[in-house]
C-alpha cells in the first residue's frame, strides 16, 4: 500500500500542534476527548506533545447503519465519564469526512456546559463535507481516499500500522469504517 503520510511527517506535525494547543491555552488546563477507536492513536502522541496540564477521555459512537450517509443519524456508544461543564475541551479525531460524526459531537458536548470546545483532528477531508463544520487544529488535508493506519482501520484491520497509508480503492467502499 502507497504510504501518504511517513511516521516522521505524523510526528512532525502532532509536535507543532501540540505547541500550538500549548501556546493558544496556556495557564489553562485543558480535557482532550478522543473518538473512539481511531483517534486513540493520535491522542495518546498529541496529550504528550502537550506542555500544560490536560487530562483525556473518550467517546465513542456508531452510526446508524447506512442511514449515516443521508441522515447524519449518529449514536452514543460510550459517553465521557468525568463532567466537562467549565472545562476547556478539544475533541479529538482521526479524520473529518463528511462532519457529521462530529457536528453530533459537538452538539452532544455543548450541551454539557463546556467553558470552551474545539475540535483537533488528524486529517481532513474536505471533498467530502456535508455537514458545516471545519476543525481548529488540521494535521493534514488530504484527497478523497481511503485511507489506513496510525489508528485508523478498514474493516478494524491495519490501526496498528505506524505510517499513513492508502488502501486500495477497489477493495474499498468509501466511507467504510
Ligand atoms: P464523518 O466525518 O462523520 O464522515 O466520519 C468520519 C469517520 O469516518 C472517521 O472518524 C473514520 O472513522 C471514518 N473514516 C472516514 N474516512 C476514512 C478513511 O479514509 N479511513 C478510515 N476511516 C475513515
Sequence with gaps: ?????STAEIAARVRAIGSEISEDYSGKSIVLIGVLKGAAIFLA????AIE???TFDFVAVSSYG???VTSGAVKLIKDIDDSIEGRHVILVEDILDTGLTLSYLRAMMLQHGPASLKIATLLDKPERR????EADYVGFPIPNRFVIGYGMDYAERYRGVADIRIFPSERAEHGAR
Design 130 to 133: 456535508l455537514a458545516p463544520i
Design 52 to 54: 500544560i496540564d490536560n
Design 1 to 5: 500500500m502507497e504510504v501518504l503520510l
Design 45 to 48: 502522541d498529541l496529550a504528550r
Design 66 to 68: 447506512r442511514a449515516k
